[in-house]
């Protein structure tokens, strides 16, 4: 009987071996949970008859390092949750391991090649749509017509008065004099075919408090403004950004009319082209104080058609595609799984699991709400192995194998004093 206990003394702790070595051959592995072997006695009636590794438990909810790794696609996990994956089998994998890259036909997937699930996000709506795989589109994003600038700045009240020319005579072949205004801005707006063309702002001082601005597009003359100042605050009056009906916007300015495509008239147009009749410019913020004239921002909307250049992962989840003209736009949202009961996965593989009767259902959720972890972008979760208990484990283990031998050695030298005995 003893030499049977002693014999599965050593068939649990050669298992026991099996689970430390994994272990430590997994200290390197993204994402990897340690398994811990469990022994419980094995009994037949009321008489203990050995020992059995009867479980093997992984510590799924201890988190491992984290390895900044500078990739825009990798992603960890700070806190509770898994990120979604779905197989060839079309099965929901749950995985802390945030790897993630753009295949050949247009999905968001993980290093395993399985697509990442999340909310879709169809441009140019910014809001998340469907639960489901996130697709990246990867084509030609098109032209978006400029309809509006926003100019912040300051006129100085210094300005000399000056009389701009007729915006008639105004041509690329006549610019106006430099005498003839006090400040000029130019600005990039598109088409609808995406193509580019200035607009450039001539500030003239007209009087105390009163400034002319002269829209002249790709130097011909197009439109003329007024500004107006208190003279003695050197806050904007005209357009009122008091007013909900101006808001510090000039009435809009008709841009459509571009009568040839007289290369020298207009440079860079292309036949069919059309430029916005309801053109916006916001002034507000922009002051009239003394000293210098200075512009903080000077921003037309609107851009030219764009190629795709490749994803980045935002610290909210967002996955942000990126385009040749500068452009960014989400295209999805991650989404992570928390669950009842995490410790009760089903294991799929060392750093993937599936749902299980015991873990319960998974609450799905953005980075971040409720109980879900936040999103560390450029990083990765490191394994939870603790190397120096494992190598204790492993002593601990040799001790008990060889006092387990030392049983059997003695249970056989019994054995051979007892046959000579006879």
Do not use: C
Not at 4 to 25: E, F, K
Not at 296 to 322: E, M, P, R
Not at 361 to 384: C, I, K, R, Y
């Amino acid at each position: 009987m003893s030499f049977d206990i002693a014999l599965s003394g050593i068939q649990a702790i050669n298992q026991a071996l099996d689970v430390s070595s994994h272990n430590i051959a997994n200290a390197g592995t993204y994402g990897y949970k340690s398994s811990r072997a469990n022994f419980s006695s094995l009994v037949a009636g009321d008489q203990l008859t050995g020992v059995k590794v009867g479980s093997t438990t992984q510590n799924i909810g201890l988190s491992g390092g984290i390895l900044n790794t500078g990739r825009s696609l990798d992603a960890s996990i700070n806190g509770s949750g898994f990120f979604m994956v779905k197989d060839s089998s079309n099965a929901i994998n749950y995985t802390r391991v945030g790897i993630f890259n753009t295949s050949k036909d247009g999905f968001l997937t993980d290093a395993s090649g399985r697509k990442v699930q999340g909310a879709t996000i169809t441009p140019p709506s910014t809001l998340p749509g469907a639960q489901g795989d996130i697709t990246i589109p990867t084509g030609q994003i098109p032209a978006v017509l400029s309809d509006k600038l926003n100019y912040v700045g300051n006129l100085s009240s210094d300005w000399t008065p000056t009389t701009f020319p007729a915006l008639g005579a105004v041509t690329p072949t006549t610019p106006p004099d430099p005498s003839t205004y006090n400040m000029s801005k130019a600005s990039i707006i598109y088409d609808t075919l995406g193509g580019q063309h200035t607009l450039t702002q001539y500030f003239s001082a007209t009087s105390s408090g009163a400034i002319q601005v002269n829209f002249v597009l790709d130097g011909n003359g197009a439109a003329t403004a007024d500004l107006a100042f208190s003279p003695t605050t050197g806050q904007m009056t005209t357009p009122d950004p008091n007013d909900p009906a101006v808001k510090g916007k000039l009435p809009p300015i008709d841009l459509s009319v571009i009568p040839t495509a007289d290369p020298v008239l207009w440079p860079g147009f292309i036949s069919g082209a059309k430029l916005t009749d309801a053109f916006v410019v916001d002034y507000t913020g922009t002051t009239y104080f003394r000293g210098e004239a200075t512009t903080s921002t000077n921003s037309a909307n609107g851009y030219a058609s764009g190629t795709f250049a490749g994803v980045d992962l935002a610290k909210d989840g967002s996955v942000i595609a990126k385009y040749s003209n500068g452009q960014k736009q989400p295209v999805g949202k991650l989404t992570l799984a928390t669950f009842p009961d995490e410790g009760a996965l089903t294991q799929v593989d060392d750093t993937s699991w599936v749902q299980s009767l015991g873990s319960g259902v998974p609450l799905v959720n953005f980075a971040g709400v409720g109980t879900t972890g936040s999103l560390n972008t450029s990083s990765l979760e490191q394994s939870n192995v603790d190397i120096t208990s494992e190598l204790v484990g492993l002593m601990t283990s040799q001790r008990n194998y060889q006092a387990n031998s030392k049983v059997i050695q003695t249970e056989n030298q019994m054995m051979q004093s007892l046959m000579q005995a006879l």
